[in-house]
């Protein structure tokens, strides 16, 4: 099938909005919004489109019904929590993109894939885990956790304690060959939901699902470049990459090479907690032969790719 590779990474805020409970209507609807967009880039006929996903939400709703349902059903390990909800947002997409692709009277085959992603299980990452994730607890539980789970748990300023566990670096996605293919196939894919369900590969070349939760931006860098793409498009709540954001000297950047990208977060400008992994994602991926990535707004999305819109990051 014609057109170029493109894997577009839906924020989070295409799923769920601050505020929100999170119930399955209030994600449909988001989610819709999102389609809109998605389709306005199918319908050119430019692109075999492969969308991934957020889910800390999520995963942090089943691990809440895990604790309290607990006494009834045994709890999930974190990869089998990252698989369920890899299903769940993959259906909510997969179906509303379907039905707007449908409307416009487009070729509407969409198939959601259940990602593996490779790690290493001996990162250095699993010797100071340090992302959080579930329910918060009082001093009594951490302890009781600690000692019966071997939990790693931080405290958190008046809001009690909470497990963490590591981010290890993503090596390989399992699936990217499946994935090609079904490109090549015509179908639009949804994959790597959540960063992927963190496995490891033994000595005998099986594969052990592991507690870890993957870095989603890092994971698309590496589906990206795994399946050849050559457009990598993260979209975020911001229309595109600021300098001093926030600050009085605040400034858009609309296109930069990896190495400035690189001075500008050895400079502090791209904290870890917001555009940092974006941006180092983007880097990855046009370090290892992406043609460029942009990273914008989903409103922009449009836009972006015809060069009128976000932030264009080139080798």
């Known amino acids: 099938m014609g057109g170029k590779n493109i894997v577009i990474a839906l924020g989070g805020n295409a799923i769920l909005q ?3 409970k999170g119930t399955i209507q209030e994600q449909l609807e988001n989610v819709d919004v999102a389609c809109r967009h998605l389709t306005k880039i199918i319908s050119t006929g430019n692109y075999r489109v492969v969308i991934t996903h957020g889910n800390g939400p999520q995963v942090g709703n089943v691990l809440i019904q895990n604790e309290a349902a607990s006494s009834l059903v045994p709890p999930m390990p974190l990869d089998a929590c990252v698989a369920a909800t890899q299903g769940t947002i993959g259906y909510i997409i997969q179906q509303t993109l379907a039905n707007h692709l449908r409307a416009a009277g487009l070729e509407h085959r969409i198939t959601t894939v259940l990602t593996q992603v490779i790690v290493d299980e001996d990162d250095p990452a699993y010797k100071k885990p340090t992302k959080p994730i579930g329910p918060f607890y009082d001093l009594g539980k951490m302890e009781e956790l600690q000692r019966d789970k071997g939990w790693d748990m931080i405290k958190v300023k008046d809001r009690g304690c909470r497990r963490v566990v590591p981010s290890p670096v993503p090596l390989d996605v399992q699936e990217a060959r499946i994935i090609s293919d079904m490109l090549d196939s015509g179908e639009i894919v949804i994959a790597v939901g959540g960063g992927g369900i963190p496995v490891v590969r033994e000595g005998d070349r099986s594969l052990r699902g ?5 870095d989603k931006d890092l994971a698309v860098a590496k589906l990206a470049a795994s399946i050849s793409a050559e457009t990598l498009m993260v979209l975020t709540d911001v229309e595109q990459v600021m300098l001093n954001y ?13 190495d400035e990208a690189e001075n500008y977060m050895r400079e502090g400008q791209f904290p870890k907690g917001s555009m940092g992994p974006k941006i180092e994602a983007c880097i990855d991926f046009v370090k290892a032969g992406g043609e460029k990535a942009i990273i914008t707004g989903l409103d922009k999305a449009s836009e972006a790719l015809k060069g009128k819109a976000g932030t264009v990051i080139i080798a």
């Open 18 to 20: 601050a505020g929100q």
């Open 246 to 258: 926030g600050g009085a000297g605040e400034v858009g950047i609309e296109r930069m090479t990896a």
């Open 210 to 214: 592991i507690e870890a939760v993957i």
